[in-house]
């Protein structure tokens, strides 16, 4: 009795250890799928060698979990090595033998989102796209919830709307650090950073950035870190730090090992080398890149390449290589029905090239191209763009109707898109109430994951004598103790982040002054001094170009400084200028028409409106007037 009395107690024990131990050992299978699907989103090599090993312990099974799992890992393998057809068809077979919603479905529709996107299959990404809603919604995993607010994030983003992007992928980086999870959370850093650069945030791009490559060099993620590199890389470039850019994309190039990733690293050389006119050096690169998309031959890629080369040779002022590498790109998409992003930057790129060159009629029917594909691809930068030179076209034809009609177009498109910038402040609260929101769903998962615990082991109590109770006692103290050391920590790393983010928002506001105050005193040179004014094609987005900003932020600045729009500002200019000439040369009766041409007016009757509505007289009206004050002299 004694003995099995021993033996009994023995069971017990173990038992308890045993359901009370985390760390359950997983099949021979489970190990080497969970080592594999690691090393792709590290190492990214020897993954034949996980392959053969995860083949030999996978024999066939029956099972069809461990057979979507097998089949996914197939699929990375094909994606690694460059094989999209094959990838996607392994990743669909695993797709349709899983039929109830599960954290290995969302990683497997997740991975069909993006391979639908880089083969521009519209129809199947919002199939998945919607099915990971489902079943994110469904399941209210953190990590799966995480995923699909990172993949929400790229598909706005891909629409126009970075800020709108930005408050997600916010989003997904907070539920990502909640749950420890570094891997997934180098992409959202790496994209942040590289859309904060897009809205000219630059010190909180680099810090996105610079967090991104440390986590990538802790987790040995050589693919993840060559990605932070090029993107580091673009923003040293656009702040003119040309030897940094340079230094940065040396060290991508260390990273590079597949053919395919020379091109970027080309690119990026070109890019820089074109930013401070080294012409040579940028078209030798550029046309490496090109080599090197042929090679693959990847018609999206090379479509990229040939536009890229349109732009380097209009800036470099060869209008006729630049024509044909932007046709060149336009007919590929065409070809390939490659639409999308890409599609309407090449028409806006080739109608700015043609209504440079007074080939309007040629830039008519390429903006309408752009505004005609908008519809089933939202973007609203680049529609207004197209809307913005339609306007203009229309108005120097005297088309007056149509003009106006793009106008309000225009207009509406470019409202919208400044109350995304008036919105800021809000998105970024929403994301707080929503990272809160999530924090306090994982801590109620927590707490009914130890409540199941702690009833199994009162269970277990029970039964078994006092020194399973003690253990009990002394495992839950150990964790009580761990878990307030982790927090105690936790909350010292906040206050320091908050310290941080508090400097940060100083020094962007600093930033941001002084920079408006180089763009005013560039802006009142032109019109002062270089009566640039005088131009009659001059439009806003013409002169942001001459003083190297865009048309937000220098519409954003003139009705700071002027208290009106860029319309209304060379209006009176021109109104101005006009009241001088007419004064300096009232003895010789120049003609009106003659005064409004010289003044940048297009059309004499919106010169006449212009000048009354100005004056509250016309201008022969004025002209009489100087006449007779002189007279009187």
């Known amino acids: 009795m004694i003995k099995s009395y021993n033996f009994s107690y023995l069971i017990l024990i173990l038992l308890f250890i045993a359901c009370s131990n985390n760390n359950l050992k997983t099949p021979k299978f489970e190990k080497l799928y969970e080592k594999g699907m690691h090393n792709y989103f590290t190492y990214r090599d020897s993954i034949d060698l996980y392959y053969d090993e995860l083949t030999l312990a996978f024999n066939n099974s029956k099972n069809k979990n461990n057979r979507a799992k097998y089949l996914r890992f197939q699929g990375a393998r094909f994606y690694i090595k460059e094989m999209p057809d094959s990838a996607f068809n392994h990743l669909l077979e695993a797709y349709n033998l899983l039929n109830k919603p599960s954290p290995l479905k969302a990683s497997i529709v997740a991975n069909l989102i993006a391979l639908s996107s880089n083969a521009h299959n519209d129809s199947l990404y919002r199939k998945f796209y919607e099915e990971l809603e489902t079943i994110s919604k469904t399941l209210n995993d953190p990590f799966i919830n995480a995923r699909y607010n990172s993949i929400k994030a790229l598909t706005i983003v891909k629409k126009g709307d970075v800020l709108e992007g930005i408050k997600y992928y916010l989003k997904a980086d907070s539920i990502y650090k909640s749950i420890n999870n570094d891997i997934w959370r180098v992409h959202v850093l790496a994209a942040l950073g590289k859309n904060y650069a897009i809205q000219s945030e630059y ?33 040293y470039l656009k702040i003119k730090q040309y030897d940094n850019a340079i230094q940065t994309t040396k060290e991508l190039e260390k990273l590079t090992i597949s053919t395919k990733h020379k091109a970027r690293v080309y690119e990026s050389y070109a890019i ?28 999206s890629a090379i479509a990229v390449a040939k536009n890229n080369l349109g732009t380097l040779y209009t800036r470099k002022k060869d209008y006729e290589k630049a024509e044909k590498y932007y046709s060149e790109a336009l007919n590929l998409r065409y070809n390939y029905g490659l639409k999308g992003t890409g599609l309407l930057r090449n028409l806006n790129n080739l109608g700015d090239l043609y209504l440079n060159q007074g080939k309007e009629n040629k830039a008519i029917k390429l903006f309408k191209e752009a505004i005609k594909f908008t519809t089933d691809n939202p973007n609203l930068r680049l529609s207004s763009h197209a809307h913005l030179q339609l306007a203009e076209i229309y108005e120097s034809q005297e088309l007056f109707k149509q003009s106006i009609k793009h106008y309000l177009i225009f207009a509406d498109e470019e409202k919208e898109l400044n109350e995304e910038k008036a919105e800021q402040n809000l998105a970024k609260l929403m994301v707080e109430y929503d990272s809160e929101n999530q924090k306090r769903i994982i801590v109620l998962q927590k707490k009914e994951m130890e409540q199941k615990k702690i009833a199994m082991i009162w269970l277990i109590i029970a039964i078994v004598l006092i020194i399973v109770s003690t253990l009990i006692v002394l495992r839950w103290y150990y964790f009580q103790k761990k878990s307030l050391e982790k927090d105690i920590e936790q909350q010292k790393k906040i206050n320091i982040q908050q310290l941080e983010i508090k400097q940060l928002k100083e020094r962007i506001e600093n930033y941001a002054s002084n920079d408006q105050n180089v763009l005013i005193n560039k802006l009142i040179d032109l019109l002062d001094n270089q009566k640039i004014f005088t131009d009659s094609s001059l439009s806003l987005d013409k002169l942001a170009r001459k003083i190297n900003t865009n048309t937000s932020y220098l519409s ?57 509505k100005e004056t509250g007289i016309t201008p022969v009206q004025y002209r009489q007037l100087i006449k007779a004050e002189q007279e009187e002299r």
């Open 203 to 235: 010190d909180r791009s680099f810090q996105y950035y610079l967090n991104a490559i440390e986590l990538a060099k802790q987790n040995h993620m050589n693919h993840s870190l060559s990605n932070c590199y090029l993107g580091l890389s673009r923003l």
């Open 272 to 299: 820089i080398y074109a930013e401070q006119k080294m012409w040579k050096e940028a078209e030798k690169y550029m046309l490496l890149s090109l080599q090197v998309k042929e090679l693959i031959n990847n018609p």
């Open 556 to 612: 954003n600045a003139i009705n700071s400084e002027f208290g009106c729009n860029f319309k209304t500002l060379i209006c009176k200019y021109r109104i101005d200028y006009c009241k001088k000439i007419i004064k300096e040369n009232s003895e010789f009766d120049l003609p009106i028409k003659q005064v409004a041409s010289e003044a940048g007016f297009v059309s004499i009757s919106t010169f006449y409106s212009s000048f009354k």
